[in-house]
């Protein structure tokens, strides 16, 4: 795991309030379900305690990420500094190879959104556009091949 997980203060809060559902509400569920499956009877061939069981796993390894990523977060300051690529900025690029415009956010990992062009700075484009500004070349070491994004707008 990251070392650091850099988010948004509103990213924190909703990962802490997310924390807080599951320690209390849903792990009290799921031992309700546990308590009613056992009383079933055996347990060798029962079904329903080995989901919950397997749920109660599931939901134990989700509070222990949370917890190390809320833990080990940098909140993210808002910055006007648009001279260099920095976690935060949206930065317009344009793909040498494929010859189109493209418009990336880079954020921590805890916050990528693909489908809105969200990505981590731990990305091959992010890590790339990373320190670098408008009117640089930058070669992206894709696991398919390198290609080169040229930077036109930091904002």
Do not use: C, W
């Not at 379900?33 to 390894?61: K, M, P, T, V």
């Not at 489908?115 to 670098?132: D, K, Q, T, W």
């Amino acid at each position: 795991m990251a070392d650091k997980f850099y988010m948004t203060s509103e990213q924190k809060k909703k990962a802490e309030e997310r924390l807080k559902y599951l320690t209390t509400v849903k792990r009290a569920e799921i031992v309700e379900r546990i308590q009613e499956a056992r009383s079933h009877g055996d347990l060798s061939e029962n079904a329903e305690y080995d989901a919950a069981r397997n749920e109660q796993a599931a939901n134990e390894g989700e509070i222990a990420e949370l917890d190390y990523q809320i833990k080990n977060a940098e909140i993210i300051k808002d910055s006007d500094d648009n001279s260099a690529v920095h976690i935060g900025s949206t930065v317009t690029v344009f793909d040498t190879d494929l010859d189109e415009e493209a418009t990336y956010t880079i954020m921590g990992t805890t916050e990528v959104d693909p489908m809105h062009n969200i990505i981590s700075n731990e990305s091959p484009v992010g890590a790339a556009l990373l320190r670098h500004k408008t009117g640089d070349e930058v070669t992206v070491k894709a696991p398919d091949g390198d290609y080169t994004l040229r930077i036109l707008k930091i904002s």
